[in-house]
Structures are given as structure tokens and as C-alpha cells.
């Protein structure tokens, strides 16, 4: 899924599911780009977003990310950070800590950052077309951040939740907004599909305006951070996406891998499948387009999410120098 950041358009949309031949309808044909899925660590974002906005991070506090979050030994230990580095690296532990800690300060906090940051609520263009009232361009699924309310009073669901698993169920074409809202310094707009419709001799018969969504944003001192730590992901050391310094343009970005609590045949590790990750925008310098891509349901070994988000890049670039 791709935006224009400037005018919150849909560029390009592809979807490719799998299909039925005999059955295509049953689930295989519907447009995944508006489908809620499980995001894994993009959803660490807004995480990060509502803990610096509510005073409970900034780069002096360091999280033991040599730990998960269940306090046992990391997977992939990375020593005492802070939240910059933790995005990086993408740590567990960090986001689980400060998810108990907004869900202890209050328990939808989590909730009111994922519409503030663009990511959830209505995201896609909305508005009166002559006759009909509150017409939508797009049929997008309502995402969620917690299954229920007794969810929110489970410390070990909300560290789940934290890091982008548990119920937490979001759309791409809402990462693609939160990334572009965060680009933008923190203002969030609907996304559209069409600009206009026009009669066969080419005048317009309506315009879709440019529309704000309505309610609070992040502040943009908390925007600028995350460009800066999202920027961080891609070029910085012991970033989790450095592949893609390669592309022709410069990309600030978040990984993710979630797993869906499916196996391909067999319940054994190397069996478990995946949803892979990586939403982003650029130029970094001077941002134009949000991008999201995810490869649904593929084991670790496979799908790597990084060619195709980077082949997607420079040929944006190419048709942008053409």
C-alpha cells in the first residue's frame, strides 16, 4: 500500500491472496490492504508515541533489554538501552514495560494513541455524496487494540499487547497512515481513494476534499523524535532493517514480525507462521510517500519482507526521474 503523504492518496494497492479455485469468495478474494491483521512490532510505534507524549520515556531511561518480558533470558539479548536503540533493535522487554505502565495510568491510553497517531478510527475518506450521508470510499475493518476490558487488568496480556501481539489487530492501509502521520509532524488526514469522478467528457461531476481527522494528535516534538528513531531502524548499527541503505531513497521505517499462532502441518518452531513487516516512509529528508508491506503467514525462513519493500522503493524512485 502506498500514499501520497502530501494529499493522503492511494498511489498503488496490491493485494495477493491466496485463492480457491473452487471456492474463490471464501475468504481468498477480499483486498488484504483493508483486512485487520495481527502487526507484531509496528505496532511499538504507538507505543513509543504515547510513552514519551505522557512524560514516561525520554532518552535517559535504560530498560534491561538482556531480559523478554517475562524477565527470563532475551532471545536476542542487547544490553541496557534507551528507546531510541530499543526501536532499533526493536526490544521486547521496552514496549512490554511501557505498555503495563500507560495501561496502569490509565487502561485505554493505548487505545487513544492508535486513533491519535492515525493507525485506527476513520482513517479512510468519509463525507456526504449528494444524497448520501457519511458515504465511505472504502470498506476498512475495524481495528483493535484489546479484546476485551478484562484484558486491560492482565499485566501479562498487556506486556503481550505492547509489542503487538496478543488482540491487537490492525489494517495496512492504517500503518501506512500512522507512518504518513508521523511524517507529517503529527497531523492526520482521511486517506482516499479517488480524488473526483467525472462525467465521459472529462468535468467533474464531484471532488473529494482533502479531510482532517477530527480529534487529537500527537504532539509534534513526539513526532519529530520518531522520525528520528524510525530513521534509526534502517541506518543506524544495530538497526533491524539495514538492507534497505541501499534503496534509491532513504527510508525511516519499523519492522515487524508477528506471529499468528498458526503451523504449516506440524506444531513444531520451524512450522509457525509468520506475518512479516516492514511500514515506512521517504525520502527521510523530505517525505513524499508512505509504504507498507507485510507477507501474511510464512514460516521464519522465508518470505523476507525487505526485497520487496525495497524493489517497491526504487521503482518509485525510477518513475519519479523518468
Sequence with gaps: MLLDIE???ILASVSRPAMKSRDPFSGGAGNLMLKALIPGSVFKTVV??????EGIVDERRLFPCDENIRGGTAEK?????????????????????????LTEKDDHLLDEYAEKIGLIGDIAWRGNVFH????????VSEGRIFASDGDRAEPKLVA??????????????????????IARGGEK????????????NGTNMFSFPHQKIEGETITPFTAMK??????????????????????????AGKTGTAQTGNYRGERV???????????GYFPFEDPKYALVAVNMDVTIGEGGIYPIFKDSVDAVYRLDHE
Design 226 to 251: 520518531l522520525q528520528q528513531y524510525l530513521r534509526g531502524v534502517v541506518n543506524s548499527p544495530e538497526g533491524t532493517a539495514p538492507y534497505l541503505q541501499n534503496a534509491a531513497y532513504t527510508i
Design 269 to 279: 518452531k520451524a512450522n509457525e507462521l509468520y506475518n512479516k513487516w516492514f511500514a
Design 189 to 200: 488526514f482521511q486517506v482516499s481513494a479517488v480524488s473526483s469522478v467525472q462525467y465521459q
Design 77 to 101: 539479548p542487547h544490553g541496557t538501552i534507551n528507546i531510541k536503540t530499543s526501536i532499533a533493535v526493536s526490544c521486547n522487554r521496552t514496549f512490554a514495560d511501557l505498555a503495563k505502565e
Design 7 to 9: 494529499k493522503s492518496e
Design 132 to 139: 448520501y450521508e457519511s458515504f465511505p470510499q472504502l470498506q
Design 48 to 53: 513509543a508515541a504515547a510513552a514519551m507524549d
Design 160 to 181: 503481550q499487547t505492547g509489542i503487538g501481539q496478543q488482540e491487537v489487530r490492525v489494517t495496512p492501509l492504517g500503518i501506512a497512515n500512522m507512518m504518513a502521520t
